[in-house]
T-cell receptor, first 117, second 112 residues
Framework: SAVISQKPSRDICQRGTSLTIQCQVDSQVTMMFWYRQQPGQSLTLIATANQGSEATYESGFVIDKFPISRPNLTFSTLTVSNMSPEDSSIYLC??????????????FGPGTRLTVL | SQQGEEDPQALSIQEGENATMNCSYKTSINNLQWYRQNSGRGLVHLILIRSNEREKHSGRLRVTLDTSKKSSSLLITASRAADTASYFCATGGGGTASKLTFGTGTRLQVTL
């Protein structure tokens, strides 16, 4: 399994500002995933972050709004830019297991609960 | 977009009873995973079942998969108050490029 930590665990921000969320994994992984969970909803994939290349964004998500960095194989950041109340969500970092058949298992961080006023 | 739907959306049972949650999906899959989420926190991985498997057990959990019906079920036996959480199924197509697509979730409430 993978142990994933995220910072901050929660934040309350003013509209128009930006917040950068950090994700740290205890092992080297090829792909890291960022998900959004709006209040009372399920999880939606924002983007997939590979080390050394541009992140791949899902339909409805753009780099200007959600820039992602992936400087090494254990760390990634997601920035929520120019925030509005509609961005209030839980943001979760996720990775796949690293070995053999276990590489299909996907693990999640504790999430960052963002409230935008 | 959501791959699957789960039912019921909400389930309330008493401690000691069994809880069954169902997940339906639309496209072919390589595997299906079940997760638990406690009160808006991170997701805890419960169990992964592959498309060539029909049933898996882990402690008090039993997962079944019927690929002909594109459905899965999660059974929690002898439920406890600590099982109160939201439960999500997620489907994967397999391979390093495959992304995980989540169902709508079931909110389980276990009362004393």
């Amino acid at each position: 399994s993978a142990v994933i930590s995220q910072k901050p665990s929660r934040d309350i921000c003013q509209r128009g500002t930006s917040l950068t969320i950090q994700c740290q994994v205890d092992s080297q992984v090829t792909m890291m995933f960022w998900y959004r969970q709006q209040p009372g909803q399920s999880l939606t994939l924002i983007a997939t972050a590979n080390q050394g290349s541009e992140a791949t964004y899902e339909s409805g998500f753009v780099i200007d709004k959600f820039p992602i960095s992936r400087p090494n194989l254990t760390f990634s950041t997601l920035t929520v830019s120019n925030m509005s109340p509609e961005d209030s969500s839980i943001y979760l970092c996720s990775v796949r297991g690293t070995s053999g058949r276990g590489s299909d298992t996907q693990y999640f961080g504790p999430g960052t609960r963002l409230t935008v006023l | 977009s959501q791959q699957g739907e789960e039912d019921p959306q909400a389930l309330s049972i008493q401690e000691g009873e069994n809880a069954t949650m169902n997940c339906s999906y639309k496209t072919s899959i390589n595997n299906l995973q079940w997760y638990r989420q406690n009160s808006g926190r991170g997701l805890v991985h419960l169990i992964l079942i592959r498309s060539n498997e029909r049933e898996k057990h882990s402690g008090r959990l039993r997962v079944t998969l019927d690929t002909s019906k594109k459905s899965s079920s999660l059974l929690i036996t002898a439920s406890r108050a600590a099982d109160t959480a939201s439960y999500f199924c997620a489907t994967g197509g397999g391979g390093t490029a495959s992304k995980l697509t989540f169902g709508t979730g079931t909110r389980l409430q276990v009362t004393l």
